[in-house]
């Protein structure tokens, strides 16, 4: 089978054509070269296109079989599906300007009958893709190894009750990681699907925990043996796949990472929806995750609101998006993390238009609310208020508190002693919403 | 005010009758001198009746004021009123049976017009309890501050923006810590109800975090220093009041205590409702907890399965309440720990009675539940399975990839030598569910 | 091919051994022929087996593919496959002594490449269970047409935008309609799995609205000129998978239905996991239909507490059903109704014997559920407490309020002149609830 | 007492200054007199003040008390106080330079020693806003009777099992009807707030569905009778305070009208946060109200998106809240209705400018939503894309299967014969989604 010639009406990059553009097929808001901060938009955003939901996912749901019917997700060698889905997806890099994508094993080679075949199907397309990269400006953000999809990890990778799958999921993950490595890849991601539960009654709760810690410190070893200098990434989500995971959110990865002694190894990419999914805006779990030293990436997308599953829309509330861009520029920006849409077209999306269109319009979404996040540290009265708000902190009596040395007794004496009777002050929550809500453009 | 005699219309000691019972007034599973598991059953199931919910809470909610008029909720003299309440509290205590019960500062005594004022006031009442307590069974499960509901708390304690609240409330556990030492409490308890934001806007959170952390190292501190051999325990929650607190759930708690040092120090109270509100079973946070070294006791209420937040009901459930009890016992029952009512009668349960039924009943609950739990571990079918499906662990190989010097290379290569292809094996979760369900009782 | 000869273990009917029992394989309390409230178990329960989820899905789950690897999923010749389908199926509608069963057109007969095509192949299977029911117990509690899982189904049946879906929705009913009166199915059960929007943007809303009510119509008129007897039936549910369905609960669907002028001619077919994605609990939905004039049947299974989707799982909690049960004896239990296993084995759950072990174990907590449900009604004391607790409807003055020609005028009258000021009265909601509690077994 | 002079800092009425004014008291988008769809904004968005979020509500919550401490709020003579907040109303109505205002009987009197003492309160009260509304330009939306916040409703009001209550609560809507009626007020709205049950257990769910309907029929008998031409709302909330409400969202509310035989009598009043709440979007609301004839008001707020309880908090992104006034646009805008901010400032909002800027800025963010609500409407292209999606309704043979007289036989007679194999069409979601985020500004 050859390359699909013609999936894409046009492969033509877009082009930045400013907001008062109404053609979907250009840029309103994101201009790559636009500096913004100091930096180019483009750097800023660092964005990724995932193999898996535009080239891999065929448009299922638990109610309903596959919509989409591309081309290259029918045919008897499934080898040359893979190199013709490879040339759709740098096909879509190239159109959308990206400069970054990640990928799963599975979603770039088919899945061979032992997994040496497997991973020579998953270095020959990696062969593909270096080749390709030659003459792209794409860049690798990160790989990752599917350890969810077959039924061997029905129960787990890491985590399973047979050492036997966890042997194979360390194995494939060697080669991912190797792969990725020799890629140029910028992190490795770690998500752990099944690495959780369906029911407590069948599971050795503590010992999944202490399997999992292993597996995180073999890759860790691995990394540094090979000599691969990205970031190792976990990428937390409360359930789905199964019942209850592990690596529920960040405040959960954070503690799982102190008990394994990985806490300054390995950082955390987090997905808006998966934040959501776990009771946290996902602010939140930004902010968290540079609070506690680990902010690593993001998976942008976002979930439906009155739904319980994990959703992977495109974003498209320019507000919300502002929210999670003034985390990570507060957080000082990327490093090698960057903005990796984990996001699928509606199964009834089918056409490959509408795969275009949705990725244009989520980085407009994501540009606008840049530019916005980028106002409002700019501008610096929000941080200004909260600096004043927390101004007391700065007294000496209060640094003496934090200071070591000083204890319950010393502070009730200069409670007693000073007649400290503190008064609220107003926390101006809606003051600060209607300034935050003044930088919208 | 004299006590309000007759509050109860009878204050004679519950009597266990037996399941075919079918007076309210009675213990249908309780048998407190039972012994299961070779232990009474009073001495596993420790049961605190809760001061806050049981004689303060007034029946109001957001939308409706208080329906119960106890007699000791209004009238000109605090004090006379607080004493009136602790009469009734141990009337209530000595018709259940109860071993334990529990309060925050603010429960017991009414507020001063300062710090020291409202101090005396709790250490006054803490004296009529240390009286009450020559003569009754009942003893101190656990105090604690409560750091949430004057309106100098609305911003937070030890993570309010202005210092000098850290510092009132670092004073007010100070006595409150105190006090719990010095009636022979068994645990003191944190809970950050304000410990958390609003909105992220006008937060520093990491400083907060830093706040908080320093505040439970003053706390463990100040333990050491008196002599405190209980338990300091943290209770987690995921939101409300605040829309989202710091002390989300069991596996962050974990995070966080790390990130203090404390993690050897502190263990948790664990809430039914709280652990359902954070998007997790009940048994779950306690599986956690014991898997992760931090379990220490439980606050026994359950949620509205259809409502978004604390409902704070009587449990009653015995299924639910089974799987939770087996938890405990696998993890080896409580130490300092106990069973707390965190419960309060609904507010339209306006009688008396209603308070002693709703708590006998739910004391019949977890009886019931023990005994179903008892039978599960004694009769070790679930374990024997949950054994057979990890045996695998066991052999040479298994245990040599959980050593130091395993790699992902030596793993590779052995699953590539012996062509390792893991089959799946049935998870029988239907059977495991199948023979937890048929010790039901 | 062939049967799947020896695909279960045994074929022998399992048997009623009694609660001693430690057997997974036989029932520990349902006794189909014993007698409760003067009708035998199996008349009250009316248990059916639900073709899709037992011998149709094939183990999938968003994140993974198949895990059953069922001999009948594979082979060339579709139509062989769905007769080696049916021979399990009666298979195990014999293992289970089950007394009815349920079906999709498309769960047992292949689609064809053509409508016509689509219905022969179900017609021909169609006579292979009228010639198996010769000589089996089981009877055809209900039919249904799938109306969601082809992709030509994406965007809705009756509601799509495309008429054409609408008219070969309409033609494809018609077909599993006459079926099911042929094979003498009791009911006739419409799932309106895509009849909802994905996004309000793009749907006209009140249009989908007026031709689902057509859509309803044609089908009520339909069974009215082919002497179908049986109750036509909607199932409601709020979401998923779309992200908001028409059928959104029993409420929305009265309204609907009254909207349609169809409020006595159909009523609904009640999930239990549907109810509580919908923010009620199952017994809710009962009580709600019954008050409603509008209870069928139901779907028995369960979802899971913590997740937001569809887990269709057995029912394993006693307590739960039973209060169910009690909603389903005091609606007066089925007409044309029955308890529909609308539940699937989990994903790992890949033995034959997990089928027969789940449902045995579910049918075992609705027996026990029901001689629960039954002393509640039998004891009276539940309802007893409820006709006290309104025995103040039963006065002159209050049966003239609700009287035509009261009026606010000579009620507000009365209440000025008898200086009405009523007082409030305990709720006694936890001695309901202990009450409740007392009737477990 | 008098009143609180000084209580706001200015009363200047606040201004119009455009977009970039930086001042938050000012208007930034709100520009009354400006043209939008041929009508002024302030016809189109008719803005109420809440008298109970904003002068009543102490500032309160589950876990604290008030932090408010407003100056009318505490003194011996009540009506005095009551006078005091209405002179506080009044002028933050003219600050807000608001159309409307709208008003909970308790609100705005305190409760007397009787029914008739209440309602002379209130009469008293009405008497001092009819005299202040003569030289004010503020109109009454909509008054309504507090039904549940005195303990005599914990058990419901119509839905009471007390008769007398339910005779107590016609007696008090009869003279909100009147007082509302008297002082022009444009609706009267009935919210339901303990018209529901804490358990089914003790409750007759039938009667008090009927007593419910009952009630309905009284008052709108008495609107006619009256004179009343304004419009009967009801509000629907799914639960809160009770664990479960009758009037549980649209859908539902429509049923029971339909029950009831008011379903041309009575109208919505849809609140965000309710709608959000039942698991709906408010703009799932809004058009399904619309749909089914019965929209009438909205109150304009927000939830908290991780928080499972009734939030009320005003208003802050623009985007949501565009798709709401689209809605309301489609459905022909406000007759009798308005937007109504049922919106509290944060309990740590203590300041009275943080009032006035709460106020300000919703009214912005609405003003600004409708802007671009008209702009889709006006460029007409997103509802020429529904057109399209829809464009085969319009031919012959589809027009027929919703005439009278079309049957699924001639149906499926017509698919047979043209041998339909309707093909899916994309559902362009993503597109659309691009097109209304466009109008963005
Ligand atoms: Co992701
Ligand atoms: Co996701
Ligand atoms: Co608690
Ligand atoms: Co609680
Ligand atoms: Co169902
Ligand atoms: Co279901
Ligand atoms: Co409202
Ligand atoms: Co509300």
Redesign the interface.
Same mark, same amino acid.
């Given at each position: 089978m050859n390359a699909p010639a013609g999936f894409f009406a046009s492969t033509e990059p877009l082009k930045y054509a400013g907001p008062e553009s109404?053609d979907?097929f250009s840029f309103?808001w994101y201009d790559k070269d636009r500096v913004v901060l100091g930096k180019r938009m483009e750097d800023h955003l660092r964005f990724a296109v995932a193999y898996w939901h535009s080239f891999t996912w065929p448009?299922g749901? @638990?109610?309903?079989?596959?919509?989409f019917l591309r081309p290259w997700m029918h045919g008897a060698d499934e080898m040359a599906l893979a190199r013709a889905k490879a040339d759709v997806a740098f096909e879509l890099f190239r159109i959308l300007d990206a400069p970054f994508f990640a990928f799963h094993d599975r979603d770039i080679a088919p899945e061979g009958r032992?997994?040496?075949e497997s991973n020579a199907n998953v270095r020959a397309i990696a062969d593909i893709f270096a080749r390709k990269m030659e003459t792209s400006k794409v860049r690798l953000l990160w790989g990752t190894a599917n350890l969810?999809? =077959? /039924?061997?990890?029905?129960?787990g990778a890491a985590t399973?009750?047979? @050492?036997?799958?966890?042997?194979?999921a360390?194995?494939q993950?060697?080669?991912v990681?190797e792969v990725t490595h020799e890629l140029g890849g910028q992190n490795y991601v770690l998500w752990g699907?099944?690495e959780g539960y369906?029911?407590?009654? =069948?599971?050795?709760?503590?010992?999944e925990?202490?399997?999992m810690a292993?597996f995180l410190n073999?890759?860790v070893?691995?990394k540094h043996?090979i000599g691969f200098k990205g970031t190792i990434l976990i990428e937390p989500k409360?359930?789905? @796949?199964t019942?209850?995971q592990y690596d529920?959110?960040v405040?959960?990865v954070?503690?799982?990472l102190? /008990?394994a002694g990985l !806490?300054k190894e390995v950082k955390l990419n987090i997905e808006a929806n998966h934040a &959501?999914?776990?009771?946290?805006?996902f602010?939140?779990e930004i902010?968290?995750a540079?609070?506690?030293g680990v902010f690593g990436s993001i998976d942008m997308n976002k979930g439906?609101?009155?739904?319980?599953?994990?959703?992977d829309q495109?974003p &498209?509330?320019?507000?919300?998006t502002a929210?999670a861009m003034y !985390?990570i520029l507060r957080a000082g920006g990327y490093t090698t993390g960057g903005t990796n849409f984990d996001a699928k077209?509606?199964?009834?999306?089918?056409?490959p238009e509408?795969l275009v269109?949705?990725h244009?319009?989520a980085m407009?979404?994501c540009a606008r609310a840049l530019l916005i996040a980028a106002d409002m540290i700019e501008d610096g009265a929000?941080q200004h208020?909260?600096d004043e708000?927390?101004a007391?902190?700065q007294?000496p009596?209060?640094r003496a508190?934090?200071a070591p040395g000083?204890?319950?007794?010393a502070?009730?004496a200069?409670?007693?002693a000073a007649?400290?009777? @503190?008064?609220?002050?107003?926390?101006?929550?809606?003051?600060?919403?209607?300034?935050?809500?003044?930088y919208?453009r």
């Open positions: 109404r979907p309103r448009g749901d @638990p109610f309903g079989g596959e919509t032992s997994l040496k969810f999809s =077959n /039924r061997r990890f029905m129960a399973n009750p047979d @050492p036997d799958v966890f042997a194979y360390a194995a993950v060697k080669t990681l699907g099944r369906e029911t407590l009654l =069948n599971t050795d709760l503590k010992s925990l202490d399997h292993r073999l890759v070893e691995h043996k409360p359930q789905e @796949p019942k209850h529920f959110d405040g959960t954070y503690g799982l102190c /008990r !806490e &959501t999914l776990a009771g946290h805006s602010e939140h902010a968290m540079a609070a506690l439906d609101a009155q739904s319980g599953w994990d959703t495109f &498209t509330n320019v507000e919300d929210l !985390e077209v509606r199964r009834q999306s089918i056409e509408d269109i949705a244009a319009a407009d979404v929000l208020a909260v708000r927390y007391g902190w007294t009596d209060a508190m934090l000083s204890s319950l007794d502070i009730a200069r409670v007693e007649g400290l009777d @503190p008064q609220p002050r107003s926390g101006r929550q809606e003051r600060f919403e209607a300034l935050a809500g003044s919208l």
